[in-house]
C-alpha cells in the first residue's frame, strides 16, 4: 500500500465512477483500475461495490476511506510545514479555512493579499472551524475563516457576515420541480444529508438548531466528513442538505439550489491570535475592509477598529 494508490482510491470514492476518477487524476482508466485491484489484494478484500450505479464503497471500503482521508490530510499537512521550514527566512503568512468559504468571497481576497504582498509566503490549510482554535494558538495559521461562534481569551473573532443558506436538491427531487422556496418542515420529512461529521460542534448542528428552533426532528440519513462529499451524495439521489448559497456557485449541472421560506443563515468567521500585530494579518484586514466596501458588504465595526488600529 503506498500513497499513490490511497489518493487513487480516494478519488474514486468522491467521483463513484472509475472514468470520471481517471480523469480528475490525468490518468488512464486501465492503470486505475489496475492500481485499486492491487490495493484490494493487498488488503484481502473488495472495496468498491462495482455493480453498482454509480459505484459504491464496501464495508471495508468505507473504513479505509476514513483512514485513508485522514492519512492524506496528514501527509499534505507535513508537506506543506516541511517547505515552510526549508524558507524560514521568508516571511509567512498562513490561512486556515472551512470548505464553504472558497465558494464566497476568500479567492477574491487571497488574490488581493497575493498582489499587494508578492514577497510574502501565502499558504492556504484547510480546518474545520474548531480546528482554527488549536492552530492559531499553536501559531500552526495565522488567520482563520470559518463558520462556528466560540470563545476563547486567545483568540479574537470577528463576524464578517451573515451568509444565506439554501436547500440542495437532486434534480429529480419532487420538490425541486415545484417553483419557489422550499420549508425546513418540508426538507424535515426528506433524507437530510448533513457535513461535516467531525468535530462536533460544526456547521452540521447549525443546521439542525435551525430544524430543532423550528420544532422540526429531521430524518438524518447521512453525516459527510466533508462538503463536497455532501454535495456528491445530493448529486446521487442520496438525499438533499443544507448547504451556504456561494456554494451554487461550483455544481449546477445535477443539483437544484432552492431558497427556504424561512430566514436562515451561517456566519462567516474571521478569527486571528488576539497578539497578533504583524503587518501580514494588518494587511489582509485593510483588504477585507475595502474589498467589503467594493462588494456592498456592511463592514463590521470590530473590523473597522481592528484595519485602523493597525
Not at 488581493?112 to 510574502?120: G, I, K, L, M, T
Not at 448529486?235 to 451554487?248: D, K, N, Y
Not at 458588504?297 to 493597525?310: D, E, N, T, V
Amino acid at each position: 500500500m503506498d500513497l499513490r494508490q490511497l489518493r487513487y482510491f480516494v478519488t474514486l470514492a468522491n467521483e463513484r465512477n472509475f472514468t470520471r476518477a481517471a480523469e480528475r487524476l490525468h490518468i488512464a482508466q486501465p492503470p486505475l483500475s489496475r492500481q485499486i485491484q492491487q490495493l484490494e489484494n493487498e488488503i484481502g478484500a473488495e472495496l468498491i461495490d462495482r455493480s453498482s450505479r454509480p459505484l459504491r464503497l464496501t464495508g471495508p471500503g468505507r473504513l479505509l476511506y476514513e483512514q485513508a482521508i485522514q492519512v492524506l490530510a496528514r501527509v499534505d499537512e507535513m508537506r506543506s510545514m516541511m517547505s515552510r521550514e526549508l524558507v524560514i527566512e521568508k516571511r509567512r503568512f498562513v490561512i486556515g479555512f472551512v470548505a464553504s468559504t472558497i465558494y464566497a468571497r476568500l479567492p477574491e481576497l487571497i488574490r488581493e493579499f497575493r498582489a499587494a504582498a508578492p514577497e510574502v509566503e501565502l499558504t492556504l490549510l484547510e480546518l474545520v472551524s474548531l480546528e482554527q482554535i488549536s492552530a492559531l494558538k499553536e501559531g500552526r495559521i495565522d488567520i482563520g475563516f470559518g463558520r462556528v461562534r466560540f470563545e476563547d481569551e486567545e483568540v479574537r473573532r470577528t463576524v464578517l457576515r451573515e451568509e444565506e443558506l439554501v436547500a440542495a436538491l437532486p434534480l429529480s427531487h419532487p420538490l425541486a420541480k415545484i417553483p419557489g422556496p422550499v420549508s425546513l418542515a418540508q426538507l424535515a420529512e426528506e433524507s437530510l444529508i448533513l457535513y461535516p461529521r467531525a468535530p462536533r460542534p460544526g456547521y452540521a448542528d447549525q443546521v439542525l438548531a435551525h430544524f430543532h428552533d423550528s420544532g422540526l426532528d429531521p430524518h438524518i440519513l447521512h453525516e459527510a466528513r466533508e462538503l463536497q462529499i455532501a454535495v456528491g451524495l445530493v448529486a446521487a439521489e442520496e438525499g438533499v442538505s443544507i448547504v451556504p448559497v456561494s456554494v451554487q456557485k461550483a455544481r449546477t449541472d445535477d443539483i437544484c439550489y432552492k431558497p427556504l421560506i424561512e430566514t436562515v443563515t451561517s456566519p462567516i468567521i474571521m478569527s486571528h491570535r488576539v497578539s497578533d500585530t504583524s503587518p501580514e494579518l494588518a494587511l489582509m484586514a485593510n483588504i477585507i475592509v475595502r474589498m467589503y466596501g467594493i462588494w456592498g458588504y456592511a463592514i463590521p465595526k470590530g473590523l473597522k477598529r481592528f484595519g485602523a488600529a493597525h
